[in-house]
C-alpha cells in the first residue's frame, strides 16, 4: 500500500527531510517511537530533543533509547513542548507532534488545544528554511475533537507566504481516522 | 520545497506507481501535459488511454506527443471520460483526472460533477489492486464549487475495505488553491 496510515504519512515526510548530523524535536515522546525514529535518522552528528510531561513517558522512551544505544543523541526534556523555547535556541530542521494521550495512559492527560498550540507556534519561529513540523491528529471516543477543532482554525490562518501547511485527510474511513498535517517552512 | 501544489503531489503519487510495460488512462487530455507524462512512464510497451470531449484539445495533445515521438503509444479517444467502459476492457495501474476547464478555453466547457463521478466510478472497477486514481480538483472563480461539492460527497462513500481515499489540501492558502485526491485500491 502506497499509504497506510497518517502516522506512516509523518514517518515518510521526516525521512525526506531529516539527514545525518540535523537538529530535531519530538514534541511528544510518549513510548519512544518517534524519538527513536528521529535519533536514527540524524545519526552520531545529529541531536533529537525530546519533550514530554509524564515521568512514565520519558523512563520509556529512555529505556527504549537505551536498548537501540542511540541514547547519547537525543536530550530527554520532562517539560511541556510549549516551553521548548527554554531548552532550543537554534534552527531546527524538523518537529514532530504524534497528540493524543499515551497509549495504555490516562486519556485525562492527553495534550490540549492550547498548549499545543503555543507549541506548534514556537516551533514555527525555530524551524529552518525547508524544514518540518509534523502533526498527527487524533481525535474520536472521549477526546481530541476540541484540540482537533483548535489546531485547525490556528494552521488556517498561519502565513502562506512563509509556510505551506498540508493537511492530509482519510475521507472514506469510519471512526475518526487520525489526520496528518505537514508545515513547510518555505522561506 | 517538499511540495508545491497539488499537480505536484498526483505526480509523484503517480511516478511511485506506474512502470514501464503499465496500462494507464488520462482522463482528461486537456492539453497533453498528462497524457505526455504517463506516455514516458509507461515506455514502448505501455498504453496511454486519454479522454477528451474536446477536439482542440485532442489535437493539441497529439501534437505534444508526436514532438516527443511517443504517440505511438497512446489512444486518444475523443469522448467524454463517463464512457471510459466502451473502451477499456482489462485492468488498469492508474487513472488521472485534471479537472476543470481547458486552460485559456471555454470555462462552460469545464468538466461536471456528474460526468466525473460516473467516470471515478467506472475507474474504480477497472483498477487493478495496489493501483490509484488521482483527481486534481480546481474550484473557484465561477466555476468548479458544485463540481467539487458533488465529487465530495461521492469519495466519501467509497467503500473503505476496498479503497483508501487520500484528501491532501493546501488549508492556509488564499484563492481556493486545487485539491489533490488519491484513492487507492488496497484488495
Given at each position: 500500500?502506497?499509504?497506510?496510515?497518517?502516522?506512516?504519512?509523518?514517518?515518510?515526510?521526516?525521512?525526506?527531510?531529516?539527514?545525518?548530523?540535523?537538529?530535531?524535536?519530538?514534541?511528544?515522546?510518549?513510548?519512544?517511537?518517534?524519538?527513536?525514529?528521529?535519533?536514527?535518522?540524524?545519526?552520531?552528528?545529529?541531536?533529537?530533543?525530546?519533550?514530554?510531561?509524564?515521568?512514565?513517558?520519558?523512563?520509556?522512551?529512555?529505556?527504549?533509547?537505551?536498548?537501540?544505544?542511540?541514547?547519547?543523541?537525543?536530550?530527554?526534556?520532562?517539560?511541556?513542548?510549549?516551553?521548548?523555547?527554554?531548552?532550543?535556541?537554534?534552527?531546527?530542521?524538523?518537529?514532530?507532534?504524534?497528540?493524543?494521550?499515551l497509549p495504555k495512559g490516562d486519556h485525562g492527560k492527553a495534550?490540549?488545544?492550547?498548549?499545543?498550540?503555543?507549541?506548534?507556534?514556537?516551533?514555527?519561529?525555530?524551524?529552518?528554511?525547508?524544514?518540518?513540523?509534523?502533526?498527527?491528529?487524533?481525535?474520536?471516543?472521549?477526546?481530541?475533537?476540541?484540540?482537533?477543532?483548535?489546531?485547525?482554525?490556528?494552521?488556517k490562518n498561519i502565513d502562506s507566504k512563509k509556510y505551506a501547511?498540508?493537511?492530509?485527510?482519510?475521507?472514506?474511513?469510519?471512526?475518526?481516522?487520525?489526520?496528518?498535517?505537514?508545515?513547510?517552512?518555505?522561506?
Amino acid at each position: 500500500m502506497l499509504y497506510k496510515n497518517s502516522l506512516g504519512i509523518s514517518h515518510e515526510i521526516i525521512k525526506k527531510i531529516v539527514k545525518e548530523g540535523d537538529i530535531v524535536v519530538d514534541a511528544t515522546a510518549g513510548n519512544g517511537n518517534d524519538t527513536l525514529f528521529l535519533a536514527c535518522l540524524v545519526g552520531n552528528a545529529g541531536v533529537v530533543y525530546s519533550f514530554d510531561i509524564q515521568e512514565v513517558a520519558i523512563l520509556n522512551t529512555k529505556k527504549r533509547l537505551e536498548e537501540a544505544k542511540v541514547y547519547d543523541r537525543v536530550k530527554l526534556i520532562h517539560d511541556g513542548h510549549e516551553n521548548v523555547d527554554k531548552y532550543i535556541n537554534k534552527n531546527v530542521k524538523a518537529v514532530m507532534f504524534n497528540l493524543g494521550y499515551l497509549p495504555k495512559g490516562d486519556h485525562g492527560k492527553a495534550t490540549k488545544g492550547k498548549t499545543t498550540i503555543k507549541s506548534i507556534e514556537k516551533c514555527l519561529e525555530l524551524l529552518q528554511v525547508d524544514g518540518v513540523i509534523t502533526i498527527v491528529i487524533y481525535y474520536g471516543g472521549d477526546s481530541g475533537f476540541e484540540e482537533k477543532d483548535e489546531i485547525f482554525s490556528y494552521i488556517k490562518n498561519i502565513d502562506s507566504k512563509k509556510y505551506a501547511v498540508l493537511v492530509h485527510e482519510f475521507v472514506n474511513q469510519m471512526n475518526c481516522p487520525p489526520i496528518a498535517v505537514c508545515i513547510e517552512k518555505i522561506c
